[in-house]
């Protein structure tokens, strides 16, 4: 009965591989969102999603491509991996404006 | 750029102690929100202050907004050691069209026992 899951919970890759983080919220919120938070704990929102809809896009390489299929979910594919990736990637959602976000428990992916 | 401050970076306590967080932030904004996080988990939202608001309280939380100064407060009394976490605030900024929470850089709170 999670409200927010995000799989998987760890990710070891190598630097140029190809990996997905998948999202899923059962809260029926409209919106979702994946934010990174680097070694130092800043957080910073790199997509959001309004019932499918792409709403936000913070100036992310190209090679992060966000994808999602129905509003309860948002997945997020990065190619071409680097060391810089190396972050804690959390997915959140929420119902409309004014309102207070769910996280997930996060996805801590180290490039190699 | 970075929509919030916080200060202190860290705070030390004992148990019982209140602590008070603060947040500094740019520009104007349609609510305040404050979230914990404990080591290695996800963020829990705390408590939303609106704009028009100037004060909030939820059980141990005492949460201040001060749009004028463009600054919060967070106030956590009788701390427990259970209190122990990094605390953010975030701001969903104005007139943008959608919501987009902006995070400070947050605070680490040790309530040691």
């Known amino acids: 009965d999670t409200a927010v899951s995000q799989t998987p919970k760890y990710l070891v890759t190598q630097m140029g591989n190809d990996k997905s983080i998948k999202c899923e919220q059962n809260?029926?919120?409209?919106?979702m969102y994946w934010y990174k938070q680097d070694s130092k704990k800043f957080l910073k929102i790199m997509f959001s999603y309004n019932n499918k809809e792409l709403i936000i896009n913070e100036t992310v390489p190209n090679r992060f491509s966000p994808k999602s299929p129905d509003k309860a979910h948002l997945n997020l594919h990065i190619n071409s991996l680097e060391l810089g990736d190396s972050a804690v990637y959390f997915c959140a959602s929420s119902q409309g404006p004014q309102g207070g976000y769910t996280f997930g428990s996060g996805t801590r992916l180290t490039v190699v | 750029s970075q929509q919030g401050e916080e200060d202190p970076q860290a705070l030390s306590i004992q148990e019982g102690e209140n602590a008070t967080m603060n947040c500094s932030y740019k520009?104007?904004?349609?609510?305040l929100q404050w979230y914990r996080q404990n080591s290695g988990r996800g963020l829990v939202h705390l408590i939303l202050i609106r704009s028009n608001e100037r004060e909030k309280h939820s059980g141990r939380l005492r949460v201040t907004l001060d749009t004028s100064k463009k600054s919060s407060s967070l106030l956590i009394t009788a701390s427990r050691a259970a209190d122990t976490a990094s605390y953010f605030c975030a701001t969903d900024a104005e007139n943008t069209g959608f919501q987009k929470l902006v995070f400070g850089t947050g605070t680490r709170l040790l309530v040691s026992p």
């Open positions: 809260l029926g919120h409209d919106t």
């Open positions: 520009t104007s904004i349609n609510n």
